[in-house]
T-cell receptor, first 112, second 111 residues
Framework: EAQVTQNPRYLITVTGKKLTVTCSQNMNHEYMSWYRQDPGLGLRQIYYSMNVEVTDKGDVPEGYKVSRKEKRNFPLILESPSPNQTSLYFC???????????FGQGTRLTVV | GEDVEQSLFLSVREGDSSVINCTYTDSSSTYLYWYKQEPGAGLQLLTYIFSNMDMKQDQRLTVLLNKKDKHLSLRIADTQTGDSAIYFCPYSGGGADGLTFGKGTHLIIQP
């Protein structure tokens, strides 16, 4: 089954404690992205990747890092999480720029 | 202004038609999409339309595109309780990659 898998689904952490949210897709897609969803703000892109070892900033990259060492995985790294990074995070993958995006189920992160 | 503008809420009675509207600032996208997000779930593609089309119909869904006015709408006929969700109309563009989203429209179904 074609899917994008994120882990964990829920995470509560403390300020400053490094964390990683994993994302994996099984469709051999070139493009992968991370979004955060906040009430009243919709989805905003954090980072994206157009291929292995090719990543770039989206609209709200501050406080986040990503890596794309292999095609299927695109982890999101918060080196020093802060409460303003409490949000619902989505990973997505697409074959090309003008193709359907497949989304993971989301990761609800709370930073206290 | 916003790249994609949508009303935040739409309330309709069960069985009526729902019309969700989007307005864009950038009309260069080849495809325009409608995604549905049910409570506690990720986003799922509902339908899409090529930018050279005016209309697309898919069962209860009708998509209308007015490229001149940069306006996209989604009509859901015979709205059901299962249609209750947030609807997004992202487009491809605004940068090297990614979908540009609006804030989403919460569709509320009244019994």
């Amino acid at each position: 089954e074609a899917q994008v898998t994120q882990n964990p689904r829920y995470l509560i952490t403390v300020t400053g404690k490094k964390l990683t949210v994993t994302c994996s897709q099984n469709m051999n897609h070139e493009y992968m992205s991370w979004y955060r969803q906040d009430p009243g703000l919709g989805l905003r892109q954090i980072y994206y990747s157009m291929n292995v070892e090719v990543t770039d900033k989206g609209d709200v990259p501050e406080g986040y890092k990503v890596s794309r060492k292999e095609k299927r995985n695109f982890p999101l790294i918060l080196e020093s999480p802060s409460p303003n990074q409490t949000s619902l995070y989505f990973c997505a993958s697409r074959q090309g720029r003008n193709t359907e995006a497949f989304f993971g189920q989301g990761t609800r992160l709370t930073v206290v | 202004g916003e790249d994609v503008e949508q009303s935040l809420f739409l309330s309709v009675r069960e069985g009526d038609s729902s019309v969700i509207n989007c307005t864009y600032t950038d009309s260069s996208s080849t495809y325009l999409y409608w995604y549905k997000q049910e409570p506690g779930a990720g986003l799922q593609l509902l339908t899409y339309i090529f930018s050279n089309m005016d209309m697309k119909q898919d069962q209860r869904l009708t998509v209308l595109l007015n490229k001149k006015d940069k306006h996209l709408s989604l009509r859901i006929a015979d709205t059901q309780t299962g249609d209750s969700a947030i609807y997004f109309c992202p487009y491809s563009g605004g940068g090297a990659d990614g979908l540009t989203f609006g804030k989403g429209t919460h569709l509320i179904i009244q019994p």
